[in-house]
């Protein structure tokens, strides 16, 4: 693909070096930006390969400026294009969508701290768990968290002042037992933030800390002969155990890992998350995003581990993949592709998740196409005033060339969509000259005659490409066939894009922007599409059936295969001696320059 003069100049003038590069459309947007170890290479690449898919061409058509920046190391290229593209946000490339409308947990930063939760982050000095993929999530540990701990509601300032003073009273949440009444310090400091600092650990996913304390005052208490309280830690004891039990992935001895793994079809590509800590999944997140100029796998997942583990506040210090990526700028961080053990099992966990995802996409996307398709079908019957639905539906189209090989074509649309086995050629073999009425009545009675004769299913519509003569001509190869009244039949004239019906000399009126009218249109389009090019192929086996076929002592065989060969008789009459002896042997190489010689005498002049 050839780039513009100015953009070649500017090419030839990029280093060999390390950067990112910007393109540029011609209103001055950035549309794509762009990481290289090698600028030089990889924004010549766009314009020199030939094998570019239709989006990557489709960006080299509207560039009109390159910018670049150079960069100390690749992991610098990499970091400066992630920021870009989230500053820019630029039409080609992938974009995920922005982490801030992520639920998150708030420890506040106060006297006897709450915990709520927030999609907004403030720099309070209050600490912030998550971000939780989904709303759902987040409040399955906030329950958990209110069942085991009773923490305070209110927005009181329990200040030590305010306390001391009895500014406040105990609210409803004190009797119901939800809270322990720390406005009218009925719960010491201590003991409270206690409950904070096991909290923290539970949103950390180490949920040992508060397990152990549990289990401590469960036997106190049993020990002093309070069993109705030990009763109530054994129930959050076992509440923290039966979440852990729903957590836990392989073993506990994985902590602070990072899981990603993707699965793509030509269209997108779909991405899942897992965050562990202590063989539990405590985050988790899967996603789909548009594939914008075929990316690979591994350029994909690159850019999104990176943006994903910012999203999530991650610092693991290993992350598990399913390809293999190129080099990132984590370089206290391991990167691997497990092949065996527990770190494989993780893994397998996530690639059945992103999977599923996958599946489930894709699934609606079809029951998308199949709603979409029985509209279609269902306002062709409404527009076409049929009594069934047009589930299957064929389109006749004749095709010559002034006169010369005439030939027709049937193509079949079953559910609104083409149904290319059931596409048909005819030779038109009942007429002579170009008479398309003729030829529609010689191929509709052909085509439905056998269908009568094979017992086959006929189609709910019979589409003629023409106005009211070709129609009439397929509604007396019905009426023939005795066919007419069975099978509905319409027109469709080109210069207007009319549709006529049978018996009404008035064209039939459909909105030039339905649905209908855009399937008869694209049922006409591709008959005559499909009728040139049969028509094609036999008018150029007619010229390749030249004069070398009529040779006496050459042969069809012989013909065939210097002109599948060579392509034309002048090319073959340009060969030496010997060339034509090596392809056809010296007998028929005698027969054949014979045969040019004599061609070649001047025709004897006229007395």
């Known amino acids: 693909m050839a780039a513009q003069a100015h953009l070649q100049e500017q090419i030839r003038h990029l280093p060999h070096r390390p950067g990112v590069y910007k393109y540029f459309d011609a209103e001055g947007r950035i549309i794509y930006v762009g990481k290289a170890v090698d600028l030089r290479k990889r924004v010549s690449s766009y ?88 709303v759902t999530g987040m409040n399955l540990i906030l329950e958990l968290i209110r069942a085991l701990y009773p923490l305070r509601t209110c927005t009181y300032n329990l200040s030590p002042e305010n306390v001391a003073a009895g500014k406040y ?223 299957h539906i064929e389109c006749f189209d004749n095709s010559n060339f002034q006169g010369d090989n005439p030939v027709a074509a049937m193509v079949c649309f079953r559910n609104a969509k083409p149904s290319k086995k059931d596409y048909r050629h005819f030779h038109i073999k009942t007429v002579v000259g170009p008479n398309d009425f003729d030829s529609m009545y010689e191929i509709v009675t052909r085509r439905y005659r056998r269908l009568l004769d094979e017992g086959a299913s006929l189609p709910q519509l019979i589409v003629v490409d023409g106005g009211k003569g070709q129609l009439g001509m397929g509604v007396k190869a019905l009426k023939d066939l005795g066919l007419w009244g069975q099978i509905p039949i319409i027109g469709i004239a080109k210069r207007l894009e009319e549709i006529y019906v049978p018996n009404d000399p008035l064209p039939l009126y459909i909105d030039k922007k339905s649905e209908t009218l855009r399937l008869i249109q694209r049922m006409r389009d591709e008959a005559h599409r499909f009728g040139i090019t049969f028509h094609r192929s036999r008018r150029d086996a007619a010229t390749l059936k030249t004069e070398l076929t009529d040779v006496k002592g050459l042969g069809p065989v012989t013909a065939d295969k210097l002109l599948n060969k060579f392509k034309s008789v002048k090319k073959i009459k340009e060969l030496s001696e010997s060339e034509l002896i090596s392809e056809i042997g010296k007998a028929k190489t005698k027969v054949l320059l014979d045969y040019f010689a004599q061609q070649d005498q001047p025709a004897p002049s006229a007395e």
Not at 48 to 54: E, F, G, V
Not at 231 to 250: A, E
Not at 321 to 348: C, H, M, Q, T, Y
């Open 169 to 391: 009273k105990v609210c409803l949440e004190y009797h119901l037992g939800n809270c322990k009444g720390p406005c009218q310090d009925l719960i010491d400091e201590d003991t409270y933030n206690q409950h904070i600092q096991q909290i923290r650990n539970i949103l950390s996913g180490n949920l040992s800390v508060a397990k152990g304390y549990f289990k401590e005052r469960m036997m106190e208490a049993a020990i002093d002969q309070q069993y109705e309280l030990a009763h109530q830690f054994k129930l959050k004891l076992d509440k923290l155990d039966d979440f852990q039990t729903k957590s836990m992935v392989v073993n506990p001895s994985l902590s602070n890992i990072d899981v990603f793994s993707i699965a793509s079809n030509e269209k997108s590509a779909f991405i899942n998350y897992l965050k562990v800590m202590n063989g539990s999944i405590i985050q988790t997140q899967s996603l789909e995003v548009q594939k914008k100029l075929d990316e690979s796998d591994a350029e994909i997942l690159a850019p999104m581990v990176m943006q994903l583990r910012q999203e999530f506040e991650s610092e693991s210090k290993e992350i598990l993949v399913n390809v293999e990526l190129p080099s990132l700028p984590l370089p206290s961080v391991k990167i691997a592709v497990p092949e065996i053990g527990d770190k494989r099992k993780l893994l397998n966990l996530s690639i059945k998740n992103v999977l599923y995802l996958r599946k489930e996409k894709e699934s609606m996307n079809e029951k998308s196409k199949d709603v979409n398709e029985v509209r279609v079908m269902e306002q062709a019957k409404k527009d076409l005033r049929l009594k069934d639905l047009p589930r």
């Open 47 to 134: 314009f020199t390969k030939q094998d570019h898919n239709k989006k990557t061409q489709q960006l080299v058509k509207n560039i009109e400026r390159i910018e670049f920046t150079i960069v100390d190391s690749e992991s610098d290229a990499f970091l400066l294009e992630n920021n870009l593209i989230k500053q820019h946000q630029p039409k080609y490339n992938i974009l995920l969508k922005d982490g801030k409308t992520y639920p998150y947990l708030c420890i506040t930063n106060e006297r006897f701290p709450r915990v709520l939760p927030t999609r907004n982050k403030i720099n309070d000095g209050s600490r912030y768990y998550g971000p939780y993929a989904s």
